[in-house]
């Protein structure tokens, strides 16, 4: 007996409901994803924001749908208040550093990229860097003004949020119980108007500065959204994501902008979708402190960086997420587990013809999800297909990940079915969990910690020589070298298929 696919159900933050998902256009599904600031490095609670959109995406592919998704790099505008207050930040840094500012920028965007790459996120469609599109900016922000809805200032140009309806619906409260966190900028109708065009100040020095019609400066940090959404995916497309912190400020001024610009209600997206923060013990993660975990910080303890994808995908993406070293600890050895159980599948099935696509495609990042599918659930009997219609229906239930995971547990361990099946049940479900199982395994996420005091080849030697000692029966000297390696950063596995790896320094 098959299954008829479950219905794909999403919560939309605009009304605060879970609603079937249909995308505009039959077959394709457009995702816009506001993108990093790039002037540093990405903190762990960023990166939530990608795992969750990675995870929108793929189970839109898997469930049939293509997917054109663009993902912006805000490299100008972006100030250091969300609050539409302060310095632009590339230029923050740019001053505190004494960098080129498009070096910064270039530095962060290839470190923001090479952190998705270790987090096995697909690229986008498009990536969409803001100072490509400053003359867009400026167009856009021209027929904003010219339909009533902006005027300009000393300081720049400035929306008037009067001009549209139900401003700040997408927060869910009224103007007025928002707007204290607003700048307050002399001669602003409205004290919740924001810019679209800063100009720069008489004798201020800016590395990046264009001129415009309301003189020369740069453009404010919500308006490139509106541009490039629009520009690459049309002026009402499926989806838009961003993290929770979007919702109260920068997607009601998204909202606002594409409204007067088309001189309709229409908000841009159908969908807009928001994952919640993480949380360490200290707080909510952010880089105002200066101090603030990266995906470099947890590698350098030790750990794989897909033990904290894991993390992320073992609670709803609109839950706050708990990090301490004591749960990514515990996604680890949940990995390892799960790891080591499909790389002795993956033995016992042997190079099976049908896996060869699925190795090609993950090496290209390719995303053709309906033809690894058909080759990789070919022949999977009732057992595997009821599997799989569970892990659907957890999925489409607004991507219940914490649902979805227990269920690849249990498909590794049904005893009942075949070493066979249960690869390829498992293989369909990362496809949509993204843990790269095809490849891994327990030598893969052994990660030598940053302050190890062994090398890779020191432990090796150590480890062959207790090896040695063992077989002589000489458990005196075992012991040493088991104290050695220990010291060293090195966990001993005794018994059957011994072996080491790096212990993680959580």
């Not at 629009?230 to 979007?246: C, P, R, V």
């Not at 290209?364 to 058909?374: L, T």
């Not at 104290?483 to 001993?492: C, F, K, N, Y």
Request: net charge negative; aromatic share 8%.
């Amino acid at each position: 007996m098959t299954h008829a696919p479950a219905p794909l159900a999403l919560f939309n933050s605009l009304t605060r409901s879970v609603e079937p998902f249909t995308p505009i256009q039959p077959g394709l599904a457009r995702l816009y994803s506001c993108g990093p600031t790039v002037y540093n490095y990405a903190h762990l609670g960023n990166l939530r924001a990608y795992v969750f959109t990675d995870t929108l995406r793929r189970t839109l592919n898997w469930k049939g749908l293509a997917t054109n998704h663009v993902i912006n790099i805000t490299d100008v505008g972006h100030l250091t208040s969300d609050a539409d207050a302060g310095d632009d930040k590339l230029e923050a840094a740019a001053s505190s550093t004494g960098r080129d500012i498009w070096e910064i920028a270039a530095h962060y965007t290839a470190a923001f990229k090479g952190d998705l790459a270790r987090l096995n996120i697909l690229a986008p469609t498009l990536w969409s860097v803001a100072t490509d599109h400053i003359q867009d900016m400026i167009a856009f922000a021209r027929a904003i003004e010219a339909h009533g809805a902006a005027y300009p200032l000393e300081s720049g140009l400035y929306f008037d949020v009067s001009k549209v309806p139900d401003y700040g619906a997408l927060a869910g409260t009224r103007p007025d119980e928002t707007v204290a966190r607003i700048a307050d900028v002399a001669g602003k109708r409205q004290a919740a108007d924001f810019a679209l065009w800063r100009r720069s100040a008489a004798g201020e020095t800016r590395q990046m500065e264009w001129a415009s019609p309301w003189g020369p400066g740069a453009p404010g940090w919500h308006l490139e959204c509106s541009v490039m959404s629009m520009k690459y995916l049309g002026a009402q497309f499926d989806i838009h994501t961003g993290g929770i912190d979007h919702r109260e400020i920068h997607h009601p001024n998204e909202i606002a902008q594409n409204q007067a610009f088309t001189c309709t209600s229409a908000t841009g997206a159908n969908w807009w979708m928001h994952n919640n923060f993480l949380v360490e013990r200290s707080g909510k993660m952010s880089k105002s402190s200066g101090a603030f975990l990266t995906l470099q910080s947890v590698v350098d303890r030790g750990v794989h960086p897909l033990a904290y994808r894991l993390l992320c995908l073992g609670a709803h993406y609109r839950s706050e997420l708990d990090y301490s070293p004591e749960t990514l600890g515990a996604a680890l050895t949940r990995l390892r587990r799960i790891a080591s159980a499909v790389a002795g599948l993956r033995a016992q099935v042997g190079a099976a013809a049908w896996m060869r696509p699925l190795a090609d495609a993950a090496a290209s990042r390719g995303a053709a999800f309906d033809y690894q599918r058909g080759v990789v659930e070919e022949r999977l009997g009732q057992g595997g297909a009821d599997l799989l219609a569970q892990f659907d229906a957890a999925i489409s239930a607004d991507l219940m990940t914490p649902q979805a995971l227990p269920l690849l547990e249990a498909a590794l361990a049904a005893k009942g079915l075949s070493a066979e099946t249960r690869l390829r049940v498992a293989l369909s479900m990362d496809l949509v969990l993204g843990l790269d199982l095809l490849n891994l395994d327990r030598a893969r996420l052994s990660v030598r910690p940053a302050d190890a005091g062994l090398s890779d080849d020191e432990a090796a030697s150590l480890f062959a020589a207790r090896l040695d000692a063992r077989a002589a029966k000489d458990w005196a000297r075992s012991d040493t070298l088991r104290d050695e390696l220990a010291a060293g950063g090195v966990e001993v596995m005794d018994g059957a298929g011994s072996g080491w790896e790096w212990r993680a320094r959580l």
